[in-house]
């Protein structure tokens, strides 16, 4: 979240931003009066356009519950699939007017692979420039809710208050034993 030699340059999408990113940096509402993140308090994952026969996900989402009632949201997302580029990141999230949400800033602490190695301190520092650049160019402030979606959830996105049906994607819930992995 290894070093690249200078002629091998990660290729990005035109935005650099999925809605696997997106979404799994901002926590769900709460649906139906129930707490979204009751399968979180049991220790699951969200698991963003998941490939139940391969175990894939573009992006894994966790969360943790401090005493103080504050919540950070994990979250490991595959920017790119080739090459494989994988940001770890960590975020706050509250709880407000019926939404979970999060900044759309803060990636100073991100932590980047390509093709599975450690990316290099300048590449890094280019992938998270790209990835603050797209964020900053959606908006301050990202929410998600769910709605049941066959045997999953349809995570909607709203940015700054505006939903972002573009961005929405499908995620179910997996246990860490299951093997799930963020991979193409």
Same mark, same amino acid.
């Given at each position: 979240m290894r070093h690249l030699d200078t002629a091998r340059r990660p290729r990005h999408s035109d935005a650099m931003i999925t809605p696997a990113l997106l979404l799994a940096l901002a926590v #769900?509402? #709460?649906?139906?009066?129930? =707490? $979204?993140?009751? $399968?979180? %308090? *049991?220790? !699951?994952?969200?698991?963003?356009? $998941? *490939?139940?026969? %391969?175990k894939t996900c573009t992006a894994l989402a966790g969360y943790t519950f401090a005493a103080d009632g504050t919540i950070?949201? !994990?979250?490991? &997302?595959?920017?790119?699939?080739a090459p494989v580029i994988i940001m770890r990141d960590v975020a706050p999230v509250v709880v407000r007017d019926g939404a979970v949400c999060g900044p759309m800033t803060?990636?100073? =602490?991100? &932590?980047?692979? +390509? =093709?599975g190695q450690p990316a290099g301190p300048a590449t890094a520092q280019m992938i998270r420039v790209q990835v603050t650049a797209a964020?900053?160019?959606?908006?301050?402030e990202g929410c998600t809710t769910y709605s049941p979606q066959g045997e999953g959830w349809l995570a909607e996105a709203v940015i *700054?208050?505006? #939903? %972002? #049906? *573009?961005?929405?994607?499908?995620?179910?819930? +997996?246990? $860490?034993?299951?093997?799930?992995?963020v991979r193409p």
């Open positions: #769900p509402a #709460p649906l139906q009066d129930a =707490d $979204p993140l009751v $399968p979180a %308090r *049991d220790g !699951q994952l969200q698991c963003h356009s $998941p *490939d139940t026969a %391969r950070a949201n !994990q979250a490991e &997302v595959m920017l790119s699939s803060g990636f100073e =602490d991100a &932590v980047f692979t +390509v =093709d964020f900053a160019q959606l908006g301050t *700054d208050g505006q #939903p %972002r #049906p *573009d961005l929405n994607q499908l995620l179910i819930w +997996v246990s $860490p034993s299951e093997g799930y992995s």
